[in-house]
């Protein structure tokens, strides 16, 4: 193949992921772009030089290794535009930079990653910036919290750690009613399960870092806009010169290939093991949108096609010994915070502490469980034996 192949928009997913943003006639005939490493770009002549004549004019601006994967998630994401930054968070940042200014009103949800809220209660107040959080469950009953300097509308489905589900389509109508901008976390499902723009977003983040790496090795964020707010995103984007590394841009680029293959065994494995965890004794609910009995399962089948690894369990009550005893002696889930790889996690998690507007009272302890790729058999051994544990351990301090 020397040239990527004709209307990319006719192929199915796992076709466009193979071939988007790669032109191995542009590389000498190698498959993949390689990584340019470089800052100072080459003119040949002075007029060349102050007329900025070139595809290219400085390691900001862009290189063909950051061309390629940010033409390819333009592509996946049905978006007009995409740039990269250096983390899932750092995406946020340059999002929510792009869209808002001094004396602006911010719908948040109360259901947000928890390091969006510290940057909204932080830098966004410090520099006269609001923000008002909302309940996760509001559809079009958010317009009785739009002002008008409300600016942009916030959403993450679904909700980091709780999992609660948000009507985006319907969010989107009327903030675009009141002018108002809609921002989406899209890291959980990625532009295979939900595609942002077709569902209503302006702009769509996601945190390469998760499952575009695939391999827990990877630091990227990813932020595409509609025609409506893409000028806006890439001025804000080169101010700040907020790029990532060329390296890590190449292993975005490499995982993207794979990404359909690995996030729908992410899927099966997940799903699987909601469904054996449902049935366990000592837990009480399980929190995963594609689950019939979750209260967003409705939402969910109606906008996704698809799942991802992550989802929470709301345990019984027990102790925190307890809870400890079971997760210390796990030997194949790690306890970390990030995700997205092909290993299980598990990490213990409280909302109690930062929900601002909606009640956190789950009722018992909460995990949440990133499925990798191991052998499910292996892992419900593993989580049989550390359930276990915190059966004794709570039969110990009875």
């Known amino acids: 193949m020397s040239k990527p192949p004709s209307q990319p928009t006719t192929f199915g997913d796992r076709t466009r992921l193979v071939h988007a943003g790669r032109d191995p006639s542009e590389q000498h005939g190698f498959v993949n772009t390689p990584i340019y490493r470089g800052s100072t770009v080459l003119y040949p002549t002075t007029d060349d030089l102050l007329h900025r004549r070139g595809r290219y004019s400085y390691g900001t601006k862009g290189t063909p290794t950051t061309e390629a994967l940010e033409k390819a998630w333009t592509e996946v994401s049905g978006a007009a535009g995409t740039v990269l930054a250096p983390s899932g968070l750092a995406a946020v940042t340059v999002a929510l930079l792009s869209c808002l200014k001094a004396g602006d009103h911010l719908l948040m949800t109360d259901s947000t990653y928890r390091p969006t809220r510290q940057f909204c209660d932080g830098f966004l107040k410090k520099f006269g910036v609001e923000t008002t959080y909302y309940d996760p469950s509001l559809g079009t009953g958010i317009e009785y919290l739009i002002r008008p300097n409300t600016r942009a509308v916030f959403t993450e489905a679904p909700g980091s750690q709780s999992f609660e589900m948000q009507d985006i389509p319907a969010i989107s109508e009327v903030a675009h009613r009141h002018g108002a901008v809609v921002l989406v976390d899209n890291t959980w499902a990625t532009p295979l399960f939900f595609p942002p723009h077709n569902r209503g977003a302006d702009i769509a983040i996601e945190a390469g870092t998760k499952y575009l790496s695939g391999g827990s090795d990877l630091l990227l964020g990813l932020v595409s806009a509609n025609e409506r707010c893409f000028k806006a995103l890439r001025e804000t984007y080169d101010l700040f010169a907020m790029c990532p590394g060329p390296e890590d841009v190449f292993l975005g680029l490499r995982g993207l290939r794979t990404m359909a293959l690995r996030l729908r065994e992410h899927e ?131």
């Not at 699987?272 to 609910?285: G, H, I, K, T, Y």
């Not at 930062?354 to 018992?364: D, I, L, M, S």
Request: aromatic share 10%.
């Open 268 to 398: 099966r494995q997940a799903l699987d093991m909601a469904r054996w965890l449902q049935s366990r004794p000592e837990v009480a609910r399980v929190l995963h949108p594609a689950i019939e009995t979750d209260p967003g399962h409705a939402i969910w089948k109606r906008d996704f096609s698809g799942s991802s690894g992550l989802f929470s369990v709301i345990l019984k009550p027990a102790s925190d010994k307890a809870v400890a005893a079971m997760l210390d002696g796990l030997a194949l889930f790690g306890m970390g915070y990030s995700w997205g790889g092909f290993e299980s996690l598990v990490i213990p998690f409280d909302c109690s502490t930062y929900r601002t507007v909606t009640e956190w009272k789950p009722g018992g302890p909460a995990l949440r469980f990133h499925i990798g790729l191991e052998d499910l058999d292996d892992l419900k051994r593993d989580l049989d034996a550390g359930f276990a544990r915190l059966r004794e351990a709570d039969a110990k301090a009875a």
